[in-house]
C-alpha cells in the first residue's frame, strides 16, 4: 500500500510532466482514495477500463488517454458523465500520462514500441521530441517490415507507398501522429511508422516513394502504459494489472 501523491510525485517526476505543452492534463484527473494497493493500467480510460478496475477492487485506474481533452466540450454528460460516475461511486482514482508517456526515452510509447520490434532508436528530433529515428539491423522490405509488425503487434497494418524500396532508416511515432509524416520524410526515413492513417498521407507516400504504415493507435500505445505499471510495482508496494481491449482503430 503506498499514498496516492507519493505515486503521483515518483510519476510526474519519472515522466518530467513539466516539460510538455499537452492538450490533456498530466496527472491525477479524477480523485479518489488516498492509499493505493492495486492499479489497473490501460490504453483510454474507456467505460470497459472503468468496470475492470471496479472488477479488481482497484483503487486507480492509469491511463495515456484520459477523459479530459482541450478539443472536446468541458460539460460532464452523457458517456463521459457514465465512466466518471463509475468512478467516483466506486473510490477510484483516475490518472492520466499522454505526451510524456509517448516521449519517455525508456517507459515511453516509442521506446517501448521500439523494444517489442528490436528497433533501435538513434536520436528522438521533432516537436516536443516526439519522433524516433533509428535504423533497422537488417534492410528489410516493406512487406517484411509490415509482418514484424503483426506479429509482434497483433494487428494487420495498413501499408502505403515505398514500392520496391529497401527499408533501413525509418521513423516512428505511436498514436495518432499521422501529421508528422511530412517531418519523416524531411528527416530522410525510408518508412514512417505511427498509429492510424488519414487520407492524405495516402497521397504523401505513393508521391514521395517513402512508406506509410499504419500499425494501429491502440496497438502502437499499450506499452508505454505497462512498462509504467511494471515501473510502479517494482518502485511501490503495490499490484498493476493491465487491461487490453479489441480496439482495431
Ligand atoms: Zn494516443
Redesign the pocket.
Known sequence: MSARQTILDWCNQTLQTDLYKDYAPNGLQIEGREEIRKIVTAVTASRAAAAYAVEQGADMLLV??GLFWKSEPVTITGWKKDRIATLLAYGINMAGYHLPLDAHPVLGNNAQLAARMDWTTEYRFGEQNLLNAGRLKTPQTLAQLCAGLQNRLGRTPVAVGGEGRVIERIVWC???AQGFFQTAIDEGADAYIT?EISEAQYHLANETGVAFIGAG?HAT?RYGIQALGTALAQEFNIETVFFDEQNPA
Do not use: A, I, K, L
Open positions: 495515456h488517454h505511436t498514436g495518432g498509429g493507435h500505445e
